[in-house]
């Protein structure tokens, strides 16, 4: 197992800040960029830039325009509840970041604008609303997927164009203005190709949803286009079925709706809706990236994680160009991603494409493409007819005996009846071939495929003819699985504990990080390496561990000195080089999350109970004090030279001298309504010293504090 797949191991398995290392030991100690995540560690934008990161280092990692090669580290941050959302995203600025993929969803992106402008690099957003980007005034945001706009004008160009609709009817489910600019884009679409809504309803509340579903089916459109929540988007959806409309429906959360839990896949069944990309593409590019997130995932990947792969495309095209890295991104050139061609210097505004999808629900789930756009026109592919609510295949083979027709986009042929028998190739979709047996309950049909017998499943066909008629096969033997091979005895190294020493590290001080490491396997180890890169200065450690027998445990030290300071988590990887024989068991748990913290020398930390009129002196030197409880106690004073300033997403365990810096510790008084129990102040003391209050209370007039002041 290589040192990335051992990363790739460490990453699904534990949920920290980590790093995603380079395939080769040597480039360990080579310059590396950070790219920001604002997802949960497996969410679909950790997973898409994941993958697409993985295979960059693998591959030697992304070219400088010096030609220096530069691996990329992902560093996620969890959102977490909304009232936590700014604290976390302002965590990223201690990160020397030079991007940030993230949040998933506009009302995040609107609710924390002055946070994510402040981090000061580009901004990249998988996110579709049309108003998003209106009250951004600092040009860092990139969106990487079309615009609801785009989709919008894409699903009219389809329906009144290509299938020649004119009775649509326009529903919107909440009163959200990007629910509302999305109905009216469309709108404005239709219009502009001469068709007005016969009906444009408003269905934010249960009763009028069941109003808008009466006047549906007594003016019975064509087709009906809703725009908004997913709770209503079902029950119009169910409704209208169940009411008898049978026009064809078009929902614009689709594919939120298909990752619902309990929800029939009949129920979604016809159902149309626009997307920036679908996992049943059949192009080159997405076939690999679809394989290749399969199998590290083992999940399907849907639009977001396609849109974050792409944009850690972008990020190293930008990266390979002389130039600012923003203005790389949004003046670059094209780049063709999973999504297709993305190129923000034909856009403008930090859009980079208008790739969309037209979709249909499938009878078992699986999207169908109806049509793709790019460019405002649509792309030269093979769109299938649009068919109606309720399709049927009517097979073109003479009725003479029995045909079937191929459903589904891909079909296997087997050598049997069941999934244990092997598959002999593929059928396409509306592909036709004659029954000449079946099995005695009819479930498999048998056809003559490539010179021999051909099995398929009736239940994913469709038939024509009368399968009674046609002959009893008997089916081949079913095929014996190999035995299970016994396991031979191995040897298995784990690393059991680690800790430093200082602890927390002292700045430009030697440290040593202690790793206790046993074998818990059977067979003796051999020789093996054990080692990290610490950030944040990219400390690449290793250390040779002799031979250890089955259960022998033994301590190895790694070493190094920062120059800065911070709270940081790393992976300690054992076996580095795969030198021992541990099976696959044994190669999966070879990693182990480790934290640490590196700061200044405490000069002095104490507590103080502070009555108006008092002075707290950090340094306890009586040279002169630092801040004053003004004679009210309704704030806080800096006194003399020194300033004051709130850090937020700290506690005084993890703040540390770099946080103190004097570009957000610039204060000279704060408001008592600003310092709520727990509050963390930083402070740049009259004796030149940096330091860190903690607001424990404020009973009556008195202020509770706990401090700590560091050595420069």
Avoid at 532 to 538: D, G, L
Avoid at 691 to 711: E, F, K, M, N, S
Wanted: hydrophobic share 40%; charged share 15%; aromatic share 6%.
């Amino acid at each position: 197992m290589t040192i990335v797949q051992k990363h790739r191991i460490g990453t699904l398995l534990f949920s920290i800040l980590f790093m995603i290392g380079f395939s080769h030991v040597a480039a360990q100690n080579g310059p590396v960029f950070r790219i920001g995540i604002l997802d949960e560690q497996l969410g679909e934008i950790s997973n898409g830039a994941r993958l697409a990161v993985e295979e960059l280092n693998s591959s030697g990692g992304v070219r400088g325009a010096d030609g220096t090669y530069f691996r990329l580290e992902l560093i996620i941050q969890p959102l977490g509840n909304e009232d936590s959302q700014a604290e976390n995203i302002l965590n990223l600025r201690e990160a020397s970041i030079i991007a940030v993929l993230g949040p998933v969803s506009d009302s995040v992106v609107k609710q924390n604008l002055t946070a994510l402008q402040s981090l000061n690099v580009p901004i990249l957003l998988p996110v579709i609303g049309d108003t998003t980007f209106t009250n951004d005034t600092s040009g860092r945001f990139v969106r990487v997927r079309a615009a609801q706009i785009h989709q919008g004008r894409a699903l009219a160009d389809y329906l009144i164009q290509d299938v020649g609709l004119q009775q649509i009817a326009t529903v919107q489910l909440d009163n959200e203005l990007e629910t509302s600019a999305a109905v009216v884009g469309f709108t404005i679409a239709m219009s502009n190709r001469s068709i007005n809504p016969q009906l444009a309803l408003q269905a934010q509340t249960e009763s009028t949803l069941q109003n808008a579903i009466q006047q549906i089916v007594a003016g019975n459109p064509e087709i009906v286009v809703a725009y908004g929540a997913t709770e209503p988007g079902l029950d119009l959806i169910i409704g209208l079925r169940e009411s008898g409309y049978s026009g064809l429906i078009a929902y614009n959360q689709l594919e939120t709706l298909e990752k619902g839990e309990g929800l029939a896949f009949e129920e979604l069944n016809g159902v149309i809706s626009t997307t920036t990309w679908a996992y049943t593409a059949d192009d080159d590019a997405s076939d690999i990236f679809r394989d290749r997130f399969i199998r590290l995932y083992g999940k399907i990947p849907g639009a977001i994680e396609a849109a974050s792969y792409d944009a850690v495309l972008l990020l190293a095209n930008a990266i390979n160009r002389p130039g600012e890295l923003q203005a790389n991104i949004t003046q670059g050139g094209a780049i063709e991603g999973v999504q297709g061609t993305l190129n923000s210097a034909n856009f403008g505004g930090g859009e980079t494409g208008d790739n969309v999808s037209i979709i249909q629900n499938g009878p078992f789930g699986a999207p169908v493409i109806l049509a793709r756009y790019a460019g405002g026109v649509q792309l030269n592919i093979d769109a299938p007819a649009l068919p109606t609510a309720t399709p049927t295949v009517a097979p073109t083979a003479t009725p003479d005996g029995v045909v079937i027709t191929i459903k589904q986009a891909r079909q296997n042929v087997r050598s049997g009846p069941s999934t244990s028998y092997d598959v002999l190739g593929q059928m396409s979709q509306n592909e036709q071939a004659r029954v000449i047996g079946a099995t005695i309950d009819l479930s498999w049909v048998v056809i003559s495929y490539r010179g021999t017998q051909g099995w398929l499943a009736t239940y994913l066909l469709d038939v024509f003819g009368d399968l009674s008629t046609v002959p009893i096969i008997t089916p081949p033997p079913t095929p014996t699985p190999p035995p299970t091979a016994t396991p031979l005895p191995e040897a298995d190294i784990i690393i059991t504990a680690a800790s430093s020493a200082p602890s927390p590290i002292i700045v430009n001080l030697p440290f040593t990080v202690n790793v206790t490491v046993q074998n818990i396997g059977a067979l003796a180890t051999g020789s093996f390496a054990v080692a990290s890169t610490f950030p944040p200065n990219n400390i690449y450690s290793s250390a040779i561990v002799s031979p250890l027998a089955p259960g022998q445990a033994t301590v190895v030290t790694l070493s190094g000195t920062f120059t800065n300071t911070g709270c940081y988590a790393v992976v300690l990887v054992a076996d580095l080089n795969n030198e021992v024989g541990e099976g696959i068991s044994g190669e999966n748990n070879n990693l182990f999350n480790f934290n640490y913290c590196i700061n200044k020398p405490i000069l002095r930390q104490g507590s103080q109970t502070m009555n108006p009129g008092d002075t707290i002196d950090l340094e306890g030197n009586a040279l002169q004090g630092d801040a004053n409880w003004n004679l009210n106690g309704n704030q806080l004073d800096a006194l003399f030279t020194a300033r004051l300033g709130i850090i937020p997403g700290v506690t005084l365990e993890t703040v540390h001298w770099d946080l103190i810096n004097p570009s957000i510790i610039n204060q000279t008084t704060i408001l008592r309504s600003s310092l709520a129990p727990g509050t963390v102040i930083g402070v740049l003391t009259a004796d030149g010293n940096r330091a860190a209050i903690r607001v424990d209370g404020l009973p009556g007039a008195q202020i509770q504090l706990t401090y700590v002041t560091y050595q420069n």
